[in-house]
C-alpha cells in the first residue's frame, strides 16, 4: 500500500543552520505530495506541496522538490529560525485517491 | 471565514465507556475526513465522508463509527472505549472536486484520555 517514510527524530539545530527532513514515498502512479507543520498546541496546517514531478513547493523559506526517480520530497531551509520550532509531517495523496497518508512525523526544535 | 472547528478539545472517558466527537468543517467543503493521532506516532487515517456518504475506512475497528449531517458536519462515535484509544482525534476537511491535489484544512482536534 501507500506510505511515507521521514527522516526520524527529534532534530535539534541552531538558529540560523541549514536544515532538511528527508522523506521518502511508495505510491503507485504520480501521487500528490504534502508537507505539513504543527505549531505547538495547534492543530496541523500546510506548508507547501507538489503535484507533478519535478514540481517544486515553497513557503516561508522552505523548499521540497518532487523526485519521481528517488521516489523523495525532502523539505528543505536555508536558515531556521526558532518560530521554525515544530512538527513537521511529509504525506502523500494517492492518484485517484482522496485521503493523505502521512509520515510519522519529525519534531524540530531551534535552539537561539 | 471561520475554519474547521471541533468539540469537545479535551475529555476523559474510563473504559468501557463511549464517546462522540463533532467536527464543523470550513463553509463550502463537502468532504470531512477523520485522523487518530496517538501519542508520539503518526496521523493514522480513520475515516472519510462526503456528501453524506462513508467512502473510506481506515485500519480500525468497527467500534470507531461515525456520519455526516446534511449540513457537512461530522460525527466520530468510539464505544467500548479502550485504554490505547487515549489520542488527539483530528478532523479536517476539504473543498469538493479538488480531488487528490487538495489541500485538507485540520481543526485544532479533541484530545482524548481513557482511565
Known amino acids: 500500500g501507500d506510505s511515507v517514510t521521514q527522516m526520524e527524530g527529534p532534530v535539534t539545530l541552531s538558529e540560523e543552520a541549514f536544515l532538511t527532513i528527508n522523506c521518502t514515498y511508495t505510491a503507485t502512479g504520480y501521487p500528490s505530495l504534502f508537507w505539513y507543520v504543527q505549531y505547538p498546541g495547534e492543530g496541523l496546517q500546510l506548508l507547501l506541496k507538489a503535484t507533478k514531478a519535478d514540481d517544486k513547493g515553497s513557503n516561508k523559506g522552505f523548499e521540497a522538490t518532487y523526485r519521481k526517480e528517488t521516489t523523495s520530497f525532502h523539505l528543505e531551509k536555508g536558515s531556521v529560525q526558532v518560530s521554525d520550532s515544530a512538527v513537521y509531517f511529509c504525506?502523500?495523496?494517492?492518484?485517484?485517491?482522496?485521503?493523505?497518508?502521512f509520515g510519522q512525523g519529525t519534531r524540530l526544535t531551534i535552539n537561539p | 471565514e471561520a475554519g474547521v472547528t471541533q468539540s469537545p478539545t479535551h475529555l476523559i472517558k474510563t473504559r468501557g465507556q463511549q464517546v462522540t466527537l463533532r467536527c464543523s468543517p470550513i463553509s463550502g467543503h463537502t468532504s470531512v475526513y477523520w485522523y487518530q493521532q496517538a501519542l508520539g506516532l503518526g496521523l493514522q487515517f480513520l475515516l472519510w465522508?462526503?456528501?453524506?456518504?462513508?467512502?473510506n475506512r481506515g485500519n480500525f475497528p468497527p467500534r470507531f463509527s461515525g456520519r455526516q449531517f446534511p449540513n457537512y458536519s461530522s460525527e466520530l462515535n468510539v464505544n467500548a472505549l479502550e485504554l490505547e484509544d487515549s489520542a488527539l482525534y483530528l478532523c479536517a476537511s476539504r473543498k469538493a472536486g479538488t480531488g487528490n491535489t487538495g489541500e485538507l484544512f485540520f481543526g485544532e482536534g479533541s484530545r482524548l484520555t481513557v482511565l
Open positions: 465522508y462526503d456528501e453524506g456518504e462513508e467512502r
Open positions: 504525506a502523500l495523496s494517492a492518484q485517484g485517491a482522496q485521503k493523505l497518508v
